[in-house]
């Protein structure tokens, strides 16, 4: 049927406008497709760049070189030292048991650290190298590289890694490393990137753990060029990261080792400060042990010997341990006495051998009693009832005062692990700590060092050196940083009457040099070099009325653990002191015949710069000491020689 012309100009009218309408609109999408790309290649052009930037380039942290650590002398401590291991990437090794199974015929691989990279495999991404084994020696490594072709993502590396050369000698000093564990990112609320590397070692205990921040250094970076799996393809530039500082110590190598060796086998500990600056030149702790077991993880084995050892050589027992002083805070009860003019150097007390106070029966260690005593006799003989009178007329709060004047109770700040505060208690202590009012008898026990009264060694080094200076000696360990000289620690003149110091040191000098003082069998008899020391014995038991009325039991024939400890505090030169020493021998009986001695060879040692002559130890004594000082070097010689085949 034909249509007529108005029908085919309305029906091309609307097709007109519909196209007019469709073409609009396509207009419209393609200008606003044309505007977007704009903004996206022209407007947005940086950002996106970097965004496809970052996609195919990654930063790498690159680990700094560890601060190194040495002596006063420059004798080197802890060190960072080249060694060989052996890497895996297990998406390149694919079947990751059997490479490391035909690995394992090559060279011995310890199956515990096996068992700790599978670990690290589960918890790191799979491109990622993990370490099998680790300071193996180049004979190792050639048979690795000989035989690549059947060890797919087997890498041999050269790195850094730990060492202490001077093993025992400053385990407890130096502490060690060791890689970074969950425990230690669970401590720290904004973790460092650089702690997150495989393997990356930081400071556990000790000097290393105190400055880990300083001796870490700072991190450099590297830029790679990686595909989509994140893979490495190549390296594009690099910049290297900041050393850590160099630390030198103020303890004395040579002076360490032979304390290290003097203390032998006994569960002991000693600390000599130097009265002129501060400086600690030696703070040996026995038994010790080898801190390079640590560095890549200890056996379970070595770990359990270690922790089950009765000695505890795991304990820095110089500055973490903390005993009832004994007789060596009799200095301290007697300047608090003269300080407040309650008491006359000629004044004399009866001692019969015990005291009554409050019903109770304080004894003195010398059953029969020591007659009349004035204070020069009563430090020289070490009688106790003197003590006795003397507390309860200062009263412990004075006594405690005095005590932290003299840097007892005070936590004196070294960089190292677990330093002891000790205790001076009073009564406000009493009363906030067990609610409970304070006693006399605690004041009487308090006098001759027991109760409540706790000390380090540390800190009765330091009240050695102030008895002995009448400064307030602070210890210091760091020498300097980079070669920068750190502040001494010689202290200001303390407001301590002259006079009644020189009475103290008077009868410290009884002790060492007099025929009834308790140290005359150590004594030194070199002129210009003679020793002020004062002994003590801590009784770590009770002895019950029944036991006194039998006769106290010697602690020789004591279980080792119920013996009482040894101690011993001294200073050399009486006249002009350069040096003071602490020593406790746990359980080691009297203090005149286990710890005297020690601290004697130890102020000697140092006074000469090395070993003594004999002519300055009592003619009696010399052949034993000659024999002592033969078997202490036969032991240095081997120890050096155990050193030279371990680094060669």
């Given at each position: 049927?034909?249509?007529?012309?108005?029908?085919?100009?309305?029906?091309h009218?609307?097709?007109s406008?519909?196209?007019?309408?469709?073409?609009?609109?396509?207009l419209?999408?393609?200008?606003?497709?044309?505007?977007r790309?704009?903004h996206?290649?022209v407007?947005?052009a940086?950002?996106?760049?970097?965004?496809a930037?970052?996609?195919?380039?990654?930063?790498?942290?690159?680990p700094?070189?560890?601060?190194q650590?040495?002596?006063r002398?420059?004798m080197?401590?802890?060190?960072?030292?080249?060694?060989?291991?052996?890497?895996?990437?297990p998406?390149d090794?694919?079947?990751?048991d059997a490479?490391?199974?035909?690995?394992?015929?090559?060279?011995?691989?310890?199956?515990?650290?096996?068992e700790?990279?599978k670990?690290e495999?589960?918890?790191?991404?799979?491109?990622l190298?993990?370490?099998?084994a680790?300071q193996?020696s180049?004979?190792?490594i050639?048979k690795?590289a000989?035989?690549?072709?059947?060890?797919p993502?087997?890498?041999?590396e050269?790195?850094?890694?730990?060492?202490?050369?001077?093993?025992?000698d400053?385990?407890?000093?130096?502490?060690?490393?060791?890689?970074?564990?969950?425990?230690?990112l669970?401590?720290?609320?904004?973790?460092?990137?650089?702690l997150r590397?495989p393997?990356?070692?930081i400071g556990?205990v000790?000097?290393e753990?105190?400055v880990?921040?300083?001796?870490?250094?700072?991190a450099g970076?590297?830029?790679?060029?990686?595909n989509?799996?994140?893979r490495?393809?190549?390296?594009?530039?690099?910049?290297?990261?900041?050393?850590?500082?160099?630390?030198?110590?103020t303890?004395?190598?040579?002076?360490?080792?032979?304390?290290q060796?003097?203390l032998?086998?006994e569960?002991a500990?000693a600390?000599?400060?130097?009265?002129?600056?501060?400086?600690?030149?030696?703070?040996?702790?026995?038994?010790?042990?080898?801190?390079?077991?640590?560095?890549?993880g200890?056996?379970?084995?070595?770990?359990?010997?270690?922790?089950?050892?009765?000695?505890?050589?795991l304990a820095?027992?110089?500055v973490?341990?903390?005993y009832?002083?004994?007789s060596?805070?009799?200095?301290i009860?007697?300047?608090?006495?003269l300080e407040?003019?309650?008491i006359?150097?000629e004044?004399?007390?009866?001692?019969?051998?015990?005291?009554?106070?409050?019903?109770?029966r304080?004894h003195?260690?010398?059953?029969a009693?020591?007659?009349?005593?004035d204070?020069?006799?009563?430090?020289?003989?070490s009688?106790?009832?003197y003590?006795?009178?003397?507390a309860?007329?200062v009263?412990i709060?004075?006594?405690?005062?005095?005590?932290?004047?003299?840097?007892?109770?005070?936590?004196h700040?070294?960089p190292?692990?677990?330093v002891a505060?000790?205790?001076?208690?009073?009564?406000?202590?009493?009363?906030?700590?067990?609610?409970?009012?304070?006693?006399?008898?605690?004041?009487v026990?308090a006098?001759i060092g027991?109760?409540?009264?706790?000390a380090s060694?540390l800190?009765?080094a330091?009240?050695?050196a102030?008895?002995?200076?009448?400064?307030?000696?602070?210890?210091?360990?760091?020498k300097?940083i980079?070669g920068?000289?750190?502040?001494?620690?010689a202290?200001?003149?303390m407001?301590?009457?002259?006079n009644?110091?020189?009475?103290?040191?008077?009868g410290?000098?009884?002790?060492?040099?007099?025929?009834r003082?308790?140290g005359?069998?150590?004594?030194i008899?070199?002129?210009?070099?003679r020793?002020?020391?004062?002994?003590?014995?801590?009784?770590?038991r009770?002895?019950?009325?029944?036991?006194?009325?039998?006769?106290v039991?010697?602690?020789?024939?004591l279980?080792?653990?119920?013996?009482?400890?040894a101690l011993f505090?001294?200073?050399?030169?009486?006249?002009?002191?350069?040096?003071?020493a602490?020593?406790?021998?746990?359980h080691?009986?009297?203090?005149?015949?286990?710890a005297?001695p020690?601290?004697?060879?130890v102020?000697l040692q140092?006074?000469?710069?090395?070993?003594?002559?004999l002519?300055?130890?009592p003619?009696?004594?010399?052949?034993?000491?000659?024999a002592?000082?033969?078997?202490?070097?036969?032991?240095?010689?081997?120890r050096?020689?155990?050193?030279?085949?371990?680094?060669a």
């Open positions: 049927m034909k249509r007529n012309t108005k029908d085919v100009e309305a029906s009218r609307k097709m406008r519909r196209a007019l309408f469709l073409g609009g609109l396509q419209a999408f393609a200008g606003g497709l044309a505007m790309m704009r996206l290649q407007d947005q940086d950002q996106f760049r970097l965004l930037e970052e996609n195919r380039i990654n930063i790498r942290l690159i700094p070189a560890r601060g650590i040495y002596d002398n420059g080197i401590l802890a060190q960072n030292s080249q060694s060989y291991r052996i890497t895996i990437v998406e090794a694919g079947d990751v490479v490391i199974e035909r690995l394992s015929r090559l060279l011995p691989l310890d199956p515990e650290d096996i700790r990279a670990t495999m589960r918890r790191s991404p799979p491109f190298p993990i370490t099998l680790d193996i180049w004979d190792d050639s690795v000989v035989n690549a072709p059947a060890l993502g087997i890498t041999p050269v790195g850094l890694t730990r060492v202490y050369p001077q093993r025992e400053f385990a407890h000093v130096v502490g060690y490393v060791g890689p970074v564990s969950d425990y230690d669970s401590k720290l609320t904004d973790p460092e990137p650089i590397i393997r990356f070692q556990k000790g000097f753990a105190k880990e921040t300083s001796l870490r250094g700072k970076a590297k830029r790679v060029e990686v989509a799996t994140g490495v393809m190549r390296e594009l530039d690099r910049r290297e990261g900041e050393a850590g500082a160099d630390m030198q110590l303890i004395d190598a040579e002076l360490q080792s032979y304390t060796a003097r032998g086998s569960s500990s600390v000599l400060i130097d009265c002129e600056s501060g400086d600690v030149q030696a703070i040996a702790s026995a038994p010790s042990f080898d801190p390079n077991l640590f560095v890549r200890i056996s379970v084995a070595d770990y359990r010997m270690l922790t089950e050892d009765k000695y505890r050589p820095n027992k110089t973490q341990g903390v009832p002083p004994g060596t805070f009799k200095m009860t007697a300047l608090a006495a407040e003019g309650l006359g150097t004044e004399t007390v009866w001692c019969p051998g015990h005291m009554e106070v409050s019903g109770r304080f003195c260690w010398k059953r009693g020591h007659g009349h005593v204070l020069n006799t009563s430090l020289k003989s009688c106790d009832v003590y006795y009178d003397l309860i007329k009263g709060d004075k006594i405690s005062a005095m005590a932290k004047r003299f840097g007892l109770g005070v936590r700040d070294l190292m692990s677990a505060k000790g205790l001076a208690p009073n009564r406000a202590w009493k009363s906030e700590t067990y609610g409970q009012d304070w006693l006399v008898g605690d004041t026990n006098s027991q109760g409540y009264m706790l060694p800190q009765l330091v009240m050695t102030r008895l002995a200076t009448g400064r307030s000696v602070e210890p210091r360990l760091v300097s980079d920068v000289e750190q502040p001494g620690g202290g200001e003149a407001d301590i009457n002259p009644n110091l020189r009475t103290v040191r008077k410290m000098y009884s002790v060492s040099n007099e025929r003082g308790t005359y069998g150590s004594r008899i070199a002129e210009g070099m020793m002020a020391g004062k002994s003590g014995t801590s009784q770590v009770n002895i019950t009325a029944a036991e006194r009325a039998a006769g039991i010697r602690n020789e024939d279980p080792w653990e119920r013996r009482d400890h505090v001294a200073y050399a030169p009486y006249d002009k002191p350069k040096y003071a602490a020593v406790v021998v746990e080691g009986g009297g203090g005149s015949k286990a005297a020690i601290a004697r060879d102020l140092a006074l000469y710069g090395g070993t003594p002559p002519e300055a130890y003619t009696k004594d010399r052949s034993r000491i000659q002592q000082q033969e078997r202490l070097e036969r032991e240095r010689l081997k050096d020689r155990g050193d030279d085949s371990e680094q």
